[in-house]
T-cell receptor, first 113, second 114 residues
Framework: EAGVAQSPRYKIIEKRQSVAFWCNPISGHATLYWYQQILGQGPKLLIQFQNNGVVDDSQLPKDRFSAERLKGVDSTLKIQPAKLEDSAVYLC???????????FGNGTRLTVT | GESVGLHLPTLSVQEGDNSIINCAYSNSASDYFIWYKQESGKGPQFIIDIRSNMDKRQGQRVTVLLNKTVKHLSLQIAATQPGDSAVYFCAENMRGGGADGLTFGKGTHLIIQP
């Protein structure tokens, strides 16, 4: 099966600019997650979708981050405006359902200068 | 084989030896645990999982042990190979009841020496 697809692979922006990341999960996977991984740390959950509904966004900095999964398939994560501390790898993961292991994409590496 | 303490950022082992990577989890209510392997420039890759009603589970060359009494999880890799070089993360579902909302540990960088 094809894996989780993410784009772009890398992105460099200046602080206060906006950026968007795209994720296409594994076909048929109902649950989709966005994680933030700062260098040297484990991934941290930002938001979880079940189909097109949000299950958990308690750790999403909602003043600058937003995410959507309008048709219950692919998803976008946006940061507006970006800060220096947003520099990280943004990982998308999907799972068949809430009780199945997560499959991760290779992430988007964001550098904010 | 080589055993380590609860968490070491780096573990160096000889090729062919057994590796043991340890992890302490935080929530006694967590009932699902996963080990992931992350190679440089890639996303985490699922290795093996275990539920709280088990204390041991085996895969191909890997074994996960769960000690709920002391909230300790370990990953054993048999006959370590160069391709095993990566950062290994344990993750727990602190909510209980499934694989969603995983919380990841700090990771251990496994280095294989020839």
């Amino acid at each position: 099966e094809a894996g989780v697809a993410q784009s772009p692979r890398y992105k460099i922006i200046e602080k206060r600019q906006s950026v968007a990341f795209w994720c296409n999960p594994i076909s048929g996977h109902a649950t989709l997650y966005w994680y933030q991984q700062i260098l040297g740390q484990g991934p941290k959950l930002l938001i979880q979708f079940q189909n097109n509904g949000v299950v958990d966004d308690s750790q999403l900095p909602k003043d600058r981050f937003s995410a959507e999964r309008l048709k219950g398939v692919d998803s976008t994560l946006k940061i507006q405006p970006a800060k220096l501390e947003d520099s990280a790898v943004y990982l998308c993961a999907s799972s068949l359902d809430w009780d199945s292991p997560l499959h991760f994409g290779n992430g988007t590496r964001l550098t904010v200068t | 084989g080589e055993s380590v303490g609860l968490h070491l950022p780096t573990l160096s082992v000889q090729e062919g030896d057994n590796s043991i990577i340890n992890c302490a989890y935080s929530n006694s209510a967590s009932d699902y645990f996963i080990w992931y392997k992350q190679e440089s420039g890639k996303g985490p890759q699922f290795i093996i999982d275990i539920r709280s009603n088990m204390d041991k589970r085996q895969g191909q060359r890997v074994t996960v042990l769960l000690n709920k009494t002391v909230k300790h999880l370990s990953l054993q890799i048999a006959a370590t190979q160069p391709g095993d070089s990566a950062v290994y993360f344990c993750a727990e579902n602190m909510r209980g009841g499934g694989a969603d909302g995983l919380t990841f540990g700090k990771g251990t960088h496994l280095i294989i020496q020839p």
